[in-house]
């Protein structure tokens, strides 16, 4: 029975995904003028370090680093990357708001199942919308080369406990199922995220189904 | 004497006028997201005329206290904002005090 739920769970991201990518292309932008440094540890599957400055609220330019260790069998692929995500739509409603980001960049990565670097392309897009007590997001995130082809598809379904305010400590309870395609993880990794942020700082965190750490840290500047 | 006296009334006035704190209170759509929302009081700070800034998300609101005898324009206002990625929908200029804004908008969160 959890074999067929999970095949259903993933044919689910793998629709909404095709959705997003035939709609779009990002990652989040902070603010005219911001600069956001995120850090993600995947749940021992990948992790991503990434630095962003936004020169307007339309696009950002910057770069990251990700790590790709698969739970398939013993391939680790280092992927370093400069990147430029550009806000495709954004729809500011009375009491929510959503957004329709894309991105797209190259950089080089090194793996211990081929030598030498190989040239890597990143393309990706994120789908979200939010009130102040509900939070829905999509993001797919592609990574081609001549030696491998990753994408990486998340959804996060979130419930705030109480609408924050400005100045308050903002609290959020959230769902993620996650999907890697190339080998990287069999079926849907789920987890349950506990999010709390205020003023400058966002941190994330939480244990997936087979129990391992997944966590974020965000700040933005 | 008595020229003096009388035309200094009115310049007083005038400069009293002149010199009170001015509150400009925006309405914003899209404000759900303390996190996301520091790129309005940034961006609001740097006008050399802000005394004070206020958001609240419960009430949609944005408020910019004027350092006295000063003012910004609203096509600044809401460059600024619309800058930082949101919509502005109505803008009041008031002479209701920062500290009494907060005041209404703690009020409202009880």
Known sequence: ?221 | MRPHISLSIPILLLFSVMSQAETVEMTVHGLVCGFCAQGIEKRLRKFPATADVLVSLEQRLVAVGLREGTTISDAQLTDALEGAGYAVKGIRHTDTSMATLREQVKAGRE
């Not at chain 1, 400590?169 to 079926?187: C, D, E, H, I």
């Not at chain 1, 789920?190 to 997936?208: D, M, Y």
């Open chain 1, 1 to 221: 029975m959890m074999p067929k739920i999970t095949m259903r769970a993933g044919a689910l991201l793998t629709v909404l995904g095709t959705v997003v990518w035939t709609v779009s292309i990002a990652k989040p932008i902070a603010f005219a003028g911001g600069t956001t440094v995120m850090g993600e540890y995947g749940a021992g599957t990948m992790e991503e370090v990434q630095v962003f400055y936004a020169p307007s609220h339309h696009y950002s330019v910057g770069g990251g680093y990700l790590r790709l260790d698969s739970d398939v069998d013993e391939s680790v692929k280092n992927i370093a990357y400069a990147r430029g995500n550009y806000l495709v739509k954004r729809w500011n409603m009375s009491a929510a708001q959503a957004n329709v980001f894309v991105w797209g960049g190259a950089g080089g990565a090194s793996g211990n199942d081929f030598s030498g670097q190989a040239f890597t392309g990143n393309a990706g897009a994120q789908a979200d919308y939010e009130t102040r007590r509900i939070y829905a997001s999509l993001k797919s995130d592609f990574y081609d080369s001549s030696e491998f082809t990753h994408r990486i598809d998340t959804l996060q379904l979130g419930v705030a406990p109480y609408a924050h305010e400005y100045d308050q400590l903002a609290v959020w309870l959230v769902v993620q199922g996650r999907t890697y395609t190339g080998n990287l993880y069999g079926g849907t990794e789920w987890a349950a995220l506990l999010r709390i942020f205020k003023g400058s700082v966002w941190v994330e965190a939480g244990v997936t189904e087979d129990g391992n750490l997944q966590s974020m840290v965000m700040v933005n500047f």
